[in-house]
């Protein structure tokens, strides 16, 4: 988080946590999967998390904190625990936003008390409700969803902020079917295009390709249940391996 002494800290600390619980718990939670109980263990660990980076700031005279947005997608479903203004979006038929920001400004858009367009260029714009490390308590959004084709974004608030949704859209809308070197081409193109329209927040963006792996053709349903779980497993392994990375960067933000 940006405005903390110590943001990095917080950031590389959830993370470590986070890849730790993979490791030891996926194989285990596979057994009989349910993304629900998924979800609550997530947020009781960011919960403990949030009081042990407080208190770790306390003991040393800092503060530090971190956004987290973070999602498990197994077959065709999913779950999403979310604190902080980093986003999750669906690229399907439009840009859809998955996440809500735990924001002043999206609370007071929520409540009629400024319009999306004031919004834009209030000074509180990058005010956050919670986040992990330096709120006193947290409460997490969890999110229960039907995975969906086409594509998933994560990303920071520096990438959305002199955007639109439409820019967006248009850009990757154009590679959900493309391959790995398209997409990230058309992720390079707009943080150049943010960088040029002077974006002073870190930039951070993860897309992410679903295919229906529904439609191969298998010789029975337990040829099936192999493929989809070594599918499911395989796909977790990297992607928790890009969030290890990526989210030491995610979440800079101004706490006033």
Not at 56 to 80: P, S
Not at 98 to 127: C, H, M, P, W, Y
Not at 211 to 223: G, M, P, Q, S, V
Request: include cysteine; charged fraction near 30%; glycine fraction near 8%.
């Amino acid at each position: 988080m940006g405005g903390l002494s110590k943001g990095e800290l917080a950031s590389a600390t959830v993370i470590e946590v986070y890849s730790d619980w993979f490791d030891d718990n996926i194989l285990y939670e596979f057994e009989n999967i349910n993304l629900e109980i998924i979800g609550e263990k997530w947020s009781l660990l960011l919960k403990k998390l949030n009081s042990e980076i407080n208190e770790f700031g306390k003991d040393r005279g800092i503060r530090l904190g971190t956004t987290f947005t973070g999602a498990l997608f197994v077959d065709e479903k999913y779950v999403v625990v979310h604190v902080g203004d980093s986003r999750l979006y669906h690229i399907g038929t439009k840009l859809s936003q998955i996440t809500k920001d735990q924001t002043f400004i999206a609370r007071a858009i929520e409540n009629g008390e400024l319009t999306e367009n004031e919004a834009k260029n209030d000074s509180r714009r990058n005010v956050l409700l919670q986040c992990v490390g330096a709120s006193k308590f947290v409460e997490p959004e969890i999110i229960l969803g039907i995975t969906q084709e086409k594509g998933y974004l994560f990303c920071s608030d520096g990438f959305r902020h002199v955007i639109t949704d439409e820019e967006i859209y248009t850009s990757l809308n154009k590679v959900v079917k493309g391959n790995k070197k398209a997409m990230s081409m058309q992720i390079r193109k707009l943080i150049d295009l943010i960088k040029s329209r002077k974006e002073k927040d870190n930039i951070t963006a993860i897309y992410i390709k679903v295919e229906n792996i529904f439609d191969c053709k298998f010789e029975n349903n337990e040829e099936k249940k192999k493929y989809t779980s070594h599918y499911t497993l395989k796909f977790l392994v990297i992607f928790f391996g890009i969030m290890s990375v990526v989210f030491l960067f995610l979440g800079i933000i101004k706490l006033f």
